[in-house]
């Protein structure tokens, strides 16, 4: 037995959401979204999202997710990685629309367009469809990959970072300050970064410089 024609079956539409998110050790772990233009929720916030053209692969939705809906063009953009589907009947009040939901790591300093900066730790942002549940499983998808992705966590902190700014940005995604011995032996230890001690400032204090990291690649 073969299944009906496509044009006879009932089609979910297929949506592209992007959690978009940015790190320095000044403002922490930041998430972005944009104001809804139309309904449903029209004038709330929610995550920059797309319907899927016809012949539109996935990444370059989200890339126009976030252009069209949240001004991040897409040399701000660092690293983008499929989080996961998001297929609950009743997500969408319109008709059912299975979620394609991607993390756009983004360069810091992008502000000032219609992208609406949070900073997270407050609990949920409440945000309309299952959008809230969508910034939970990226930030656990971040969390799990922070130091094993190199690309991702080196698109969070940047080619060259201090300890104090892996420390800020796993106790942002933790919710507490890691053990510095740990912390130090795992950046020692990781075989994509190499150590270098920072020049030490003229303040006529003695101590040990504070220790800059480096992606080997």
Do not use: C
Request: charge should be neutral; glycine fraction near 10%; hydrophobic fraction near 45%.
């Amino acid at each position: 037995m073969t299944d009906a024609p496509s044009a006879a079956r009932d089609q979910p539409l297929i949506a592209i959401d992007v959690v978009p998110v940015s790190f320095t050790t000044a403002d922490g772990l930041r998430v972005a979204t944009a104001r809804r233009a139309y309904d449903p929720y029209a004038g709330r916030e929610a995550l920059p999202g797309v319907l899927l053209d016809a012949a539109e692969r996935l990444v370059d939705g989200a890339q126009r997710a976030l252009r069209t809906k949240a001004d991040i063009g897409p040399g701000a953009v660092r690293h983008l990685a499929q989080v996961g589907a998001f297929d609950g009947p009743s997500r969408d009040p319109r008709e059912t629309a299975i979620s394609i939901a991607f993390t756009a790591v983004v360069a810091p300093g992008v502000d000032g367009g219609t992208a609406v900066w949070h900073p997270l730790g407050g609990g949920d942002l409440g945000l309309p469809f299952d959008h809230d549940a969508i910034v939970r499983a990226a930030l656990d998808q971040v969390r799990t990959r922070l130091w094993r992705d190199v690309p991702m966590t080196r698109a969070l902190l940047g080619d060259a970072f201090p300890t104090s700014a892996a420390a800020a940005l796993h106790a942002a995604l933790h919710g507490t300050a890691p053990d510095a011995g740990n912390l130090n032996r795992a950046l020692r230890t990781n075989p994509a970064l190499v150590r270098s001690e920072a020049a030490p400032a003229s303040t006529g204090r003695g101590g040990r410089p504070p220790a800059t990291w480096t992606w080997t690649d």
